[in-house]
């Protein structure tokens, strides 16, 4: 084991830290809706500022890497990859914040419904983003195309909360401002989803150097 | 002038080439929306897959230019920034791709209103990539901090747009799905013009070493 070995091991410890820190940002976002818990919703507000500190430190950490180690083929790729990888972390983060901005406006208002599919995308995003982290680190591709093949059901619940709630909608008037606000939430989800779904297609290129999504023109 | 200030000044180039294209898919996008063209759409669609492939070969000339010339700090960090932005260069071209895809939507049904905010804030978030890649490659701090200021009028247009369509879908439930379908495109156009905040943010740490955004708790 070198030192570098070592860095090289603290770095990938530090990206699974900043990921658990998103992982609970998300998670109680949900719950500060779930629970109706406006509180809650402000505190990971408050804790934002703790995964944007990360963010930076990781990037730092990488540039000195990078200067001092002189990284060659295989260990550059992973290390600038890892800084592309906290800006998506960082924007998840921000994007649970926007979650919960929605549960404190739709908290002082009467519920409109259980929310029920809300939740299961906020599971299955969650577990998308532990798991594309998971890969990345070990440099597992067969996990990342796993997590491809999961954004679809991601996409397809986004859909059906959308026809549920323009449903309500139309129905009545005075649904609208709120059934918004949760389709809102809803693509909060399906955009987390996506920033995972990006990170997984990261650790596919630089496992096998294929591209996913990028450089094919559309099929149709 | 050493090969290796060529191969920057080159790097410079072909960032803004990348940022022109996006440019041109965001004007493309929208006139398909306001001009009812489908075709034109459908071609932005086609056309993201250039973005894309522009997208890969500046990573692979950065990763190369890191490996070969082991530039040191300054030099170091405006390469692994230029990384981090063509990242949100080739997001903010899916985000126009979208708008195409809710344009071909939009223009099978019968117009709802005519569009004159959302060719604004589209206007407003084009200025706002092409200056804030002018502020990267010419390291202009002055002009990121003001893209920082535009990107709230970009926001105040989202909720008036929102607020208007929010009346439009009260009064009359067959609007609703249309309704709903430009406020997507509303936060689509949002989202470009805060993918240029998150540039401008990065051009003034790179500069500066100043973070803006991040780090410091939120005020309230």
Redesign the interface.
Known sequence: MTIFDDELRDLKEKILRMGLLVEAAIRDSIKSLVDRDSELA?EV??R??QI??V??EIDEE??RL??LR?P??GD??FI?TA??IT?DL?RMGDLAEDVCERAIELNEEPPLKPYIDIPRMAEIAQGMLIDVLDAFVRKETSIAYDIIKRDDAVDNLTVQI?NEL?FF???D?RA??RA?KI?YIA?YLERIADHATNIAEMVIYNVEGR?I??????S?
């Open positions: 402000r507000i408050r934002d500022h944007n500190a963010d930076v990488c540039i990078i200067a002189q060659k083929a550059l790729r600038t800084m592309k800006t960082e959308f323009m909608m139309i129905q008037p609208v401002s918004v389709t693509k591209i999504r990028h450089m094919a023109p559309p149709e």
